[in-house]
């Protein structure tokens, strides 16, 4: 994966995070790209210790993993810079 690909796919996954989770996300679209593209390596690493093998076309599990991480992600990051 290269450095524009890891940015490019983990600004999806961070957009795609923020869109499933309900309510509204104070997050700027740099942290947001930052949280998506931490997770989207997670989720690939994860992916392949689960032994999801590579396939020819989409990998659909990658993708979803890495999404559910990048939404792990963002409400922890909301809760840890959540103004009391």
């Known amino acids: 994966m290269s450095i524009l690909g890891a940015i490019v796919g983990g600004l999806i996954v961070g957009l795609l995070a923020r869109f499933i989770l309900p309510g509204r996300q104070n ?19 994860v992916a392949g210790v689960l032994g999801v093998q590579s396939t020819s076309g989409i990998d659909w599990l990658r993708w979803i993993i890495s999404i559910i991480i990048a939404a792990v992600g963002i409400v922890g990051y909301g809760a840890v810079t959540k103004k009391s």
């Not at 700027?28 to 690493?45: C, K, Q, Y």
């Open 27 to 45: 997050l700027s679209l740099p942290i947001t790209a930052a949280i998506g593209i931490v997770a989207a390596l997670i989720g690939w690493w």
